[in-house]
């Protein structure tokens, strides 16, 4: 045993630098909060910005400056001006969850390396699957991301409708499977469906109306057109929401074609499926418990830090047969549906323990912690649309069902391809400042800007002071 070995490891010396690593994020978090940090994130060219940690690494190591550096020098979620990407403000406990998984390092892929985070993991599916109303023959099972989330999806309907062992088998000459997606889907199910070998093919994408729902007066149309060029539809993508827009599919006449013509229906829910668990925005997921899987990301909307998803199947034993391959020094026959061998069930092997997140946080707060978190960011999205609407400046493409804005300043004189370029050039402006982070979007050949209403403390304010500030920057250019 070396001495350098000996000092890593060394318990004492751990507790030292987690108190301290405790101090600097909690002192940050509180600095966010009450917005003596100025900063959401600290603007840098990528290129500039590797040299200086390069450089950082030959540098003499002192533990408290190393870590505030690291926290002042990236992004800043908590931040009330953070108004960006769709990756959650997180309850702060759900960090001391990820300090435990570093810490202990119990890869769960069978029972015996993740005892706790097994058990745990599906207590919270099962909670998750019946708060949106599924039955008690539902279950569901975390992984690592919604891309992965909706791969595993996918990969069960391809098992189940296609007619054969897929998993076994393999592809087919002369069968064709497709997948209809909508138009407005997240990258990663075309991504999913063309991993699965389909190619573009696989995927029949389904028009949006003009408020940017799948347009389910033509499916009957698609599905027939598929049929003609020798695709066999095995199933159904539903948005609830949409990454774009933040707009929901409706997912009961989604559900009415998939039960007519016997096909897969998944509903990708990684952003806005959460919303079935709350009352005052239930309504948007009608539908949701008629669904054949869905995926919900805890990471979104539910406070919980990345990447925590969870896959749900309406039926338990069709989530059992989609991996069908057998690893003899891993899982015995007896094992092969047993659910606390989670390696039967997801890509992943060696797994995080990402439902102890979950799981201190529904018991330290109880569920209404996640009904809070939404409803409040949910909220501020119908805030925000209604400063926007109130200023003749901005231009509000469609009414918002979640806290998911876009809108675009609008300069007369301009034709579109020109306020385009201003909108592009006002938004790289905003971020190089730093004082706000927002992100941008375009849809019918109009770039808007697009805010996530991540933060519960975001509020009315900072929302006007971001028109105001969007108004500013546009003026200099």
Not at 225 to 243: D, P, R
Request: glycine share 8%; proline share 4%.
């Amino acid at each position: 045993m070396t001495d350098l070995l000996k000092r890593a490891y060394d318990p004492e010396h751990f507790r030292e630098q987690a108190h301290k690593l405790a101090d600097l994020l909690a002192d940050h978090l509180a600095a966010c909060a009450d917005q003596t940090e100025t900063t959401v994130l600290p603007w840098m060219e990528p290129d500039e910005r590797l040299a200086k940690w390069q450089s950082e690494l030959d540098s003499e190591f002192d533990f408290t400056c190393f870590w505030q550096q690291a926290i002042d020098d990236t992004i800043h979620l908590h931040h009330p001006k953070y108004m960006g990407h769709q990756v959650s403000a997180t309850i702060p406990l759900s960090g001391l969850g990820d300090m435990i998984n570093g810490a202990l390092n119990n890869g769960s892929a069978i029972y015996e390396m993740g005892p706790v985070s097994t058990a745990m993991e599906r207590i919270v599916t099962d909670w998750l699957a019946r708060a949106i109303g599924y039955g008690p023959e539902s279950s569901g099972v975390l992984t690592s991301g919604g891309s992965l989330g909706n791969l595993t999806a996918i990969l069960a309907a391809r098992q189940h409708k296609s007619g054969f062992n897929y998993w076994n088998e393999g592809n087919k000459p002369g069968f064709h499977p497709a997948v209809m997606v909508s138009e407005e889907s997240h990258y990663s199910i075309a991504r999913a469906i063309q991993i699965m070998g389909w190619g573009d093919r696989g995927i029949v994408r389904v028009p949006s109306t003009p408020d940017h729902k799948m347009d389910v007066s033509m499916l009957e149309g698609l599905f027939r057109k598929a049929g003609q060029k020798g695709l066999t539809i095995l199933a159904l993508v539903g948005n609830a929401c949409s990454t774009s827009t933040g707009i929901y599919d409706n997912l009961e006449s989604q559900a009415d074609f998939c039960e007519e013509h016997n096909i897969w229906f998944h509903i990708d829910g990684a952003h806005g499926g959460a919303a079935a668990i709350t009352p005052d925005y239930r309504h948007l997921t009608k539908g949701i418990e008629r669904a054949d899987s869905v995926v919900i990301d805890f990471h979104k909307m539910l406070g919980v830090s990345a990447l925590t998803t969870a896959v749900l199947f309406r039926e338990s034993a069709r989530s059992y047969d989609t991996f069908n391959q057998k690893a003899a020094y891993i899982l015995h026959d007896v094992e092969r549906e047993l659910w606390y061998n989670s390696a039967v069930r997801t890509l992943e092997c060696t797994k995080n323990m990402m439902g102890i997140k979950v799981y201190a946080i529904l018991k330290t707060y109880g569920p209404q912690i996640f009904v809070d978190y939404l409803s409040s960011c949910y909220a501020l999205g119908k805030s925000f649309a209604g400063l926007i609407k109130s200023d003749p400046d901005f231009d509000l493409p469609y009414e918002p069902e979640s806290n998911i804005v876009c809108f675009r300043l609008i300069r007369k004189g301009l034709d579109t391809h020109e306020n385009n370029t201003l909108i592009a050039r006002v938004r790289q402006r905003i971020i190089e400042d730093g004082r706000f982070y927002i992100v941008q979007t375009a849809f019918d050949g109009v770039t808007y800007l697009r805010t996530s209403l991540m933060n519960p403390f975001t509020t009315i304010d900072d929302m006007r002071e971001l028109l105001h500030e969007v108004k500013r920057v546009a003026a200099k250019i």
